[in-house]
């Protein structure tokens, strides 16, 4: 398309105008939902009506007109994509030549950004790292790939742009993922550090049931046995029907298959020694640290200074995802009413949704809408909770 020769006309100025008012607004959410980026989306919208003033005609019909804007926005936005996949494809092909003038090793700098971008690619999909491998870390271009797969050109292009799209994606969930980890790592060590001689013999009781099981971590359902054992809590376990039996019995079978596995496999798992394994803290799963740092929470939610045995059973039934948390659901235990039974209501605390206080339900849930240190100031009872899921179309007895 050739520009108009009255493209600097004044009537094509004010026609451009009419244009810009008539569907700037809405070409740029259309662009956001897009990019999702808005200071990008203001720029593309303005790239799109400077090439409007160029190249688009007056004499195009205004249905017309307002395709070729979008039209001419697609283009834009596939162009900001791969300028913005440039700096991905350095992420995969010349990251060790960006780290190493920054470290004094560049051998093991090289061999781990190898390593690096390998795991990246193995997250991928077959047909997406087969594109990225012949593109960027064996240097064949588009056209020499669409021959060797039987596509076109631009096929392949659209193809490593999404490849690369799902590799950054996946690189900042992982950074991400290893962010939380290093932060509930540092929360798990403060915690652990308030736990009370109570709470400390809980876990000497569930390193004990490790061994017997000849485990060589404490899960979940180790520290629902220390918390069993313990004795503390028994006024409070005895009526649910929470014994050492059965959540022992509940343990073992759960881990019977894998024993048939191994069995089968002719594998014999050697026993664990019990003079090596490290002390209790030392040995704990990923989901038992959150129990320690939810039972810490709940500790501070209290106004106490020491993590009790109580905290911990609350802890356990918050992280709610564990054996241990499968166990108590197994023994026909409701979680939720459960942890409103073990935890008092503030009087303070006022139920956002009905106003009744903690005086006068059973228990109070903070509702999950604070960010940082903030004081949570949303609450709601366990009345409400039930009603909702009574709304919803959900058993509150299910609801644990």
Not at 45 to 68: I, N, P
Not at 86 to 103: F, G, K, S, V
Request: hydrophobic fraction near 40%.
């Amino acid at each position: 398309m050739q520009p108009p020769d009255s493209e600097h006309g004044p009537d094509r100025l004010i026609w451009l105008t009419k244009m810009y008012h008539a569907y700037a607004t809405n070409l740029q959410r259309y662009i956001y939902s897009k990019v999702g980026d808005p200071f990008l989306a203001e720029d593309l919208t303005s790239t799109v009506f400077l090439k409007a003033l160029r190249w688009l005609r007056e004499d195009q019909s205004e249905e017309s007109a307002r395709g070729w804007l979008y039209a001419t926005a697609r283009t834009s936005i596939a162009d900001s994509w791969q300028t913005a996949s440039y700096a991905e494809t350095l992420a995969l092909t010349d990251i060790e030549d960006q780290l190493i003038p920054q470290m004094e090793n560049a051998d093991l700098v090289q061999k781990r950004a190898e390593a690096r971008v390998q795991h990246l690619l193995n997250l991928l999909s077959e047909r997406d790292r087969r594109v990225l491998t012949l593109r960027y870390l064996q240097g064949y271009s588009a056209a020499e790939i669409a021959a060797a797969l039987g596509t076109n050109t631009g096929h392949i292009r659209v193809l490593q742009l999404r490849a690369l799209k799902r590799a950054a994606q996946l690189e900042k969930q992982e950074r991400n993922f290893h962010t939380m980890q290093e932060q509930n790592t540092s929360s798990f060590d403060s915690y652990a550090q308030l736990l009370s001689p109570e709470s400390m013999h809980v876990f000497a009781l569930a390193r004990e049931e490790a061994l017997n099981l000849n485990h060589n971590f404490i899960g979940t359902e180790h520290v629902l046995w220390g918390l069993t054992s313990e004795g503390s809590l028994s006024f409070f376990l005895a009526p649910l029907n929470i014994t050492l039996e059965k959540v022992h019995t509940g343990v073992v079978f759960i881990y019977s298959r894998q024993a048939q596995w191994t069995q089968a496999n002719s594998q014999e798992t050697p026993p664990v020694d019990a003079d090596t394994l490290p002390g209790p803290l030392k040995i704990l799963t990923p989901r038992t640290q959150q129990v320690i740092v939810l039972a810490g929470k709940e500790m501070q939610s209290q106004g106490e200074q020491s993590i009790r045995p109580a905290h911990l059973l609350t802890g356990l039934i918050d992280e709610g995802s564990g054996i241990g948390a499968g166990l108590l659901r197994s023994m026909g235990v409701n979680l939720l009413q459960t942890r409103s039974a073990l935890v008092p209501s503030n009087g303070a605390q006022i139920c956002s949704f009905c106003g009744r206080n903690g005086s006068m339900v059973k228990h109070i849930f903070t509702a999950e809408v604070s960010s940082g240190n903030t004081t949570p100031s949303v609450f709601i009872c366990d009345q409400c909770v039930e009603r909702f899921h009574t709304l919803l179309g959900q058993s509150y007895r299910n609801a644990g």
